[in-house]
């Protein structure tokens, strides 16, 4: 069963930054493309980054040029840079794998807000 523990969410105003981290356990991290996902109130569940194992990455359109995935396969974590935030970034944040995997970790809440 995999383990996903997110951190670095929190209240920031718009224009702010966020680094957000993933901590990954009991897969084979390396061969596995990981991705942020986000969950806003009354809305679905949406992929916004993904990384190949190989480091090749894709973006919601509604975040290209403003985030960035990376991923240390060396420490088995996953990391979300995100900045110039917008009201509409606030969302519970997640990390899984791509596709995801049933299981969820408890996600990190991020808040953009003035």
């Known amino acids: 069963q995999v383990q996903l523990v997110e951190s670095g969410g929190g209240l920031v105003q718009p224009g702010g930054s966020l680094r957000l981290s993933c901590a990954v356990s009991?897969?084979?991290?390396?061969?596995?493309?990981m991705g942020w996902y986000r969950q806003a109130p009354g809305n679905q569940r949406e992929l916004v980054a993904a990384?190949?194992?190989?480091?090749?990455?894709k973006y919601a359109d509604s975040v290209k040029g403003r985030f960035t995935i990376s991923r240390d396969n060396t420490k088995n974590t996953v990391h979300l840079q995100m900045n110039s935030l917008k009201p509409e970034d606030t969302a519970v944040y997640f990390c899984?794998?791509?596709?995801?995997?049933?299981?969820w970790g408890q996600g990190t809440q991020v808040t953009v807000s003035s």
């Open positions: 899984n794998a791509d596709p995801a995997f049933d299981d």
């Open positions: 009991r897969i084979f991290f390396r061969f596995t493309s």
């Open positions: 990384a190949t194992s190989a480091g090749t990455t």
